[in-house]
C-alpha cells in the first residue's frame, strides 16, 4: 500500500473549488500511479498483452492491486477498499488511458464495483467487495446485448423465478472482460416487464452451466469483449429484485466519468508525441514543426485537449460529490473526451505521416482505443442527447 | 495514325485474334504472341512491340480483346509506369532487354522512390549511388515499396551528387531485386495487411549501362513515372475489387488468375481507405438506422461530398476531352477524396455503432466497415499528404505567394533527418 499520508486525503478541501484544481497530495497519487505505469505498461508491455486471450498480465495486475490498492478505490474501507471517489478514480484512469494499460480496471473495478456498490445489500458487499478490492477476483458488468445499447429499456435478457430461485436467458454482448472474470453480473429484466421496470442485478458465476462465453474479434485489442449466451443459467440476485434502473442509471454515470478520464489521458499522450515527433522530423530542410499547418493543428489540439480536461475533471467532481447536474455533465464529458481522442489520434497519424500509419508506430493503438471508446457505452450523439434532456440550469 | 477508324481497328484485331488466340496456351506463350504482332501495346511505337496506335485506339483494341474473351498483355502494377518511363527515356539497350517481359509478365516491378527520410520532401532522398569500374554501388533505404516482395526488377532513385541543389543531383537506375545487396523486408500497417515492404541496399550492385536518362538528370525522369502513377492508382483501386472474378477455362485463365491473385494482393484493402462512400446509404437502410435523425443527415453528408467529388472529376475530364486549359477543377480530387473518405467513415460509424469496435467474422459486414474505420487515416497521407496538396492547390492553383525555402543550396548543407 501507498503511505498513510497519501491516501488520509480526503476529496476536498475548505475553500478550494475542486472542479478546478486537485490537491498536492491527489497530484502525489497521480505521480506513483503513472510512475507504475511507466514501468509496467510501456506500449511494448502493451503490445505483448493485447495478443494474449486474457489480455492482461497477472502479475502486473497483483502488483498493481496490492502496491497501489488501484481496484479498491472507489470501495469504501469497511469493505476492504480505499474509500476514494471519483476524482481519484479519475486520475488513476487519466493515468491508466496515457499508457493504455491492459487490465480489468475499467471492467472489474469499475463498471462491475459500481453495479455492486449501487445494488448489493450490506452482506452481499460484505461477501463480494474485498476480493474485487484485493485484486483477487476479477468481474464483468454484462448489459449491452447484440443491439449494442447500454441501458435498461434495451435488455431482453430474462430472469424468471420458480421457487426463489432464478435462471437466465439471453445474450449479452461487448462485455468487457467477459472471458476472464471470476464472475458475471448480470443485468436482466423479470418477464413480461418492459422499459426501466422489472430491471434486476444478479450474480453468474463463471463457469455455471449453461453459459457459453465468446471472444469478440476487436478492433481494439487491448480491450477484450465477449459475447456471453444465457441458456437457463442459474443466478443469484444481487440486492432487491426488479427495481434495479436507477442503480443501473446510477452505475452508468460514474462508468461515463471514469471512461471520459481515461480518453483524456490517452488524447494528451498523443498530444505529447505529436509535438515531439514534430519537433525531431526535417523535411525541405526543417522542422516540420516549423511548417504553419503543423503548428496550427497543434494549437488547435492543444486547445482541444485542455477543453476536454476541464470537462472530465468537473464531472469527476460532480460525481464524486453526488451532484444534481452529474447525469448532464457525465454525458458531456462522455461526448466531448472521445471527439477529441478521435480528432488528436487522427491528427496524430496524420502529424506523423507514412510512419503514423504503420504497425510499429505505437499511434494506431491509441487510435483503436479512441475508436472503441467512443462507441462503448454509447456514442457521442447519444450522449449529446442525454446532456440536453438532462441540463437543467437556466 | 488518326487516319484509321475505330471500326477498321475492331475489325483488324479480331481477325488476328480468330487467328491466333488459343487458350490452351502458357500465359507467356501468348503474350510473346501479343507482343509480336502488336496488339498487347498498341500505343506504343511499332519498333517497341506497338503499333504506334492513340490512347483513345488503344483502349478500343482492349476492349474488342476482352469481348472476344482472350488475355491481353500484362499491365497490373508497378510495370506500367517501368514501361511508360522506360519508353521514355530509356536506352535501346535497356528498352530491348525489359519490354518485352513486362508485356508478358514475367518480369515484375516495384517502384523505389520514398525513403524513411524523405516522404513529403521526395527529393530529400539520400540513398547514394557510387560509380565504381563498371557499376553503381547503392546504399541505402527504400520504404512503401508496393510489391518488392515479389518483384525482380526495381525503379530506383538514387544521389550521384551531392553538392548541387536536391534536385540536381540524382539519377535514375533500374535495380535488380534478385541480389544479395537487396534485402525486403514486409512492412505492416495498422489495419493489420503488410502490401509495402521496406528494402535495404547494401552494397547492391548496378551495372553502368542501367541509368535511365541523364546523370543527375533522374529528377525529370521520376516525374514522368509520377504522371504516370495517378491514372495507375485509378485502376490499382479498380483491382482492389474486381481481382479474380474471371472464370478458369484453359490453362491460360488458371495462370492468368494466379498471376492477378498474387498482383492484387497488396491492394485488396484499397476500396476501404476511401472510405467506400458507394456503401452509407445502403447500410443506413439495411440496419434501420436511416430512421435517426441524426445519422441520416451524416450519411445525407458523406453522400454529397462523394457525389459533388465525382462530378467534379467528370467536369475536369469532360474539360480535358474538348481540349480546355485545365481550370482548378482538376487539382482538387485528392483532397477531397480526404474529405469524402472521413465523411463516409464517420457515417460508417454511427450506422454501425457498437459493432465497430468489432472486427474479421465478428465485424458488419465480414470485416469491411472496421478495415473502412482502420484504413482512412491512408487517405490524407499516401500519395502526398493533405497538407502538400494544400501547398500545392494554394501556390500553384491560387497563385499565392511561395514560401521561403531553406533547402535551394548544396544537398550536402541542407539539413536533413539521421536515419539509421
Ligand atoms: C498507405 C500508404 C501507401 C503509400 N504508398 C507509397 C507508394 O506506393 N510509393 C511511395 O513511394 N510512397 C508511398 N507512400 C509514402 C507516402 O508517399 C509518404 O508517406 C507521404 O508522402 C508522406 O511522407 P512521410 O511519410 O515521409 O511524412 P513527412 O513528409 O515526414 O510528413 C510528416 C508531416 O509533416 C507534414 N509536412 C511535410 N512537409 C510539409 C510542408 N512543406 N508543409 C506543411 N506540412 C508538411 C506532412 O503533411 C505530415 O503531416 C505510402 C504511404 C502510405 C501511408
Not at chain 1, 514501468?39 to 486471450?53: I, P, W
Not at chain 1, 420458480?162 to 418477464?191: C, M, P
Not at chain 1, 461515463?256 to 523535411?283: D, H, I, P, T, W
Amino acid at each position: 500500500m501507498l503511505n498513510g499520508a497519501v491516501y488520509s486525503v480526503v476529496n476536498s478541501i475548505q475553500g478550494t473549488d475542486m472542479r478546478y484544481s486537485f490537491t498536492d497530495e491527489q497530484e502525489q497519487f497521480r505521480d506513483f500511479v503513472r510512475k507504475f505505469m511507466s514501468s509496467h505498461s510501456a506500449t511494448n508491455a502493451v503490445r505483448v498483452q493485447m495478443e494474449t486471450e486474457q489480455g492482461y498480465d497477472r502479475d502486473v495486475w497483483k502488483n498493481l492491486s496490492e502496491s497501489l490498492g488501484l481496484p479498491g478505490l472507489l470501495i469504501p474501507e469497511e469493505y476492504g477498499g480505499q474509500g476514494f471517489g471519483a476524482i481519484e478514480l479519475g486520475i488513476a484512469l487519466e493515468e491508466m488511458g496515457r499508457s493504455l494499460l491492459c487490465a480489468p480496471y475499467l471492467g472489474s473495478s469499475v463498471l462491475a464495483t459500481t453495479a455492486i456498490l449501487n445494488t448489493g445489500t450490506d452482506k452481499e458487499k460484505n461477501q463480494l467487495l474485498p476480493d474485487l478490492a484485493a485484486g483477487k477476483k476479477i468481474a464483468a458488468l454484462a448489459l449491452a446485448e447484440p443491439s449494442g445499447q447500454w441501458d435498461a429499456a434495451s435488455i431482453e435478457t430474462v430472469a424468471q423465478e420458480s421457487n426463489g430461485n432464478y435462471r437466465i436467458n439471453g445474450t449479452k454482448s461487448f462485455v468487457l472482460d467477459g472471458s476472464s472474470a471470476d464472475y458475471i453480473v448480470v443485468v436482466a429484466r423479470q418477464e413480461n416487464s418492459v422499459g426501466e421496470a422489472g430491471i434486476s442485478f444478479f450474480i453468474v458465476d463463471s463457469s455455471a452451466a449453461g453459459l457459453d462465453k465468446r471472444l469478440l474479434d476487436t478492433v481494439d485489442e487491448t480491450r477484450k469483449l465477449s459475447e456471453l449466451k444465457f441458456t437457463d443459467v442459474a443466478a443469484k440476485p444481487l440486492g432487491t429484485v426488479g427495481d434495479g434502473a436507477e442503480a443501473l442509471q446510477q452505475t452508468l454515470n460514474l462508468s461515463y466519468v471514469a471512461l471520459a478520464n481515461e480518453m483524456m489521458g490517452g488524447a494528451q499522450k498523443l498530444l505529447e508525441n505529436a509535438l515531439e515527433y514534430a519537433q525531431l522530423r526535417v523535411q525541405f530542410g526543417r522542422l516540420i514543426g516549423s511548417f504553419q499547418s503543423m503548428k496550427h493543428k497543434l494549437a488547435d489540439l492543444l486547445m482541444d485537449v485542455e477543453l476536454a480536461k476541464s470537462a472530465v475533471y468537473y464531472a469527476a467532481e460532480a460525481a464524486a460529490e453526488g451532484a444534481d447536474d452529474l447525469p448532464a455533465v457525465a454525458s458531456l464529458a462522455k461526448a466531448f473526451a472521445s471527439d477529441t481522442y478521435l480528432k488528436v489520434a487522427a491528427a496524430c497519424i496524420q502529424i506523423h505521416g507514412g510512419i503514423g500509419f504503420t504497425w510499429e508506430n505505437d499511434t494506431h493503438l491509441y487510435f483503436k482505443r479512441a475508436k472503441s471508446s467512443e462507441v462503448f457505452l454509447g456514442g457521442p450523439d447519444l450522449h449529446r442527447e442525454r446532456l440536453i434532456q438532462n441540463w437543467q440550469k437556466s | 495514325m488518326t487516319e484509321l477508324s475505330e471500326e477498321s481497328v475492331r475489325m483488324e484485331v479480331r481477325t488476328w485474334l480468330e487467328q491466333n488466340w488459343d487458350e490452351n496456351l502458357g500465359l507467356v506463350e501468348w503474350r510473346s504472341r501479343l507482343a509480336g504482332s502488336g496488339w498487347g501495346r498498341p500505343n506504343w511505337p511499332q519498333e517497341w512491340y506497338g503499333r504506334g496506335l492513340s490512347n483513345n485506339l488503344a483502349t478500343v483494341v482492349q476492349e474488342e480483346i476482352r469481348q472476344f474473351g482472350a488475355v491481353g498483355a500484362a499491365d497490373s502494377g508497378v510495370r506500367m509506369l517501368a514501361a511508360a518511363t522506360l519508353l521514355e527515356h530509356a536506352t535501346d539497350y535497356i528498352k530491348d532487354k525489359l519490354l518485352h517481359k513486362i508485356i508478358t509478365g514475367e518480369d515484375a516491378w516495384c517502384q523505389l522512390f520514398s525513403e524513411p527520410g524523405s516522404g513529403s520532401d521526395l527529393a530529400g532522398l539520400t540513398t547514394k549511388a557510387e560509380l565504381k569500374g563498371d557499376n553503381w554501388i547503392i546504399n541505402g533505404q527504400k520504404v512503401w515499396t508496393t510489391s518488392a516482395h515479389h518483384a525482380n526488377h526495381g525503379l530506383l532513385l538514387a544521389r550521384t551528387d551531392w553538392d548541387v541543389p536536391k534536385h540536381k543531383g540524382i539519377s535514375y537506375f533500374v535495380l535488380d531485386i534478385l541480389q544479395p545487396g537487396v534485402e525486403v523486408r514486409p512492412l505492416r500497417q495498422m489495419n493489420g495487411h503488410a502490401s509495402f515492404n521496406e528494402v535495404f541496399m547494401t552494397n547492391a550492385v548496378i551495372p553502368k549501362d542501367m541509368l535511365v536518362g541523364k546523370l543527375n538528370h533522374g529528377w525529370e525522369v521520376a516525374m514522368t513515372t509520377l504522371s504516370h502513377e495517378r491514372r495507375l492508382a485509378d485502376g490499382l483501386r479498380q483491382m482492389g475489387g474486381t481481382a479474380s472474378k474471371s472464370k478458369s477455362k484453359g490453362k491460360i485463365f488458371k495462370e492468368l488468375a494466379a498471376e492477378l491473385k498474387v498482383e492484387s494482393a497488396p491492394y485488396k484493402w484499397y476500396p476501404q481507405r476511401a472510405g467506400r462512400p458507394d456503401l452509407t446509404v445502403n447500410r443506413a437502410r439495411e440496419t434501420g438506422a436511416i430512421n435517426d435523425p441524426v445519422i441520416r443527415q451524416e450519411v445525407a453528408k458523406a453522400l454529397t461530398i462523394h457525389q459533388a467529388n465525382q462530378w467534379t472529376g467528370r467536369r475536369a475530364r469532360q474539360a480535358q476531352k474538348l481540349g480546355r486549359p485545365p481550370g482548378p477543377e482538376g487539382s482538387l480530387g485528392k483532397l477531397a477524396a480526404s474529405h469524402v473518405a472521413r465523411a463516409a467513415a464517420r457515417a460508417h460509424t454511427l450506422t454501425t455503432g457498437a459493432n465497430s469496435m468489432l472486427k474479421g467474422s465478428d465485424g458488419d459486414l465480414n470485416g469491411i466497415i472496421a478495415e473502412v474505420l482502420l484504413s482512412v487515416p491512408a487517405v490524407s497521407i499516401a500519395g502526398g499528404t493533405d497538407e502538400i496538396q494544400r501547398n500545392i492547390i494554394s501556390e500553384r492553383v491560387l497563385g499565392l505567394p511561395k514560401e521561403p525555402r531553406s533547402d535551394t543550396g548544396p544537398f550536402k548543407d541542407v539539413p536533413r533527418n539521421v536515419v539509421s
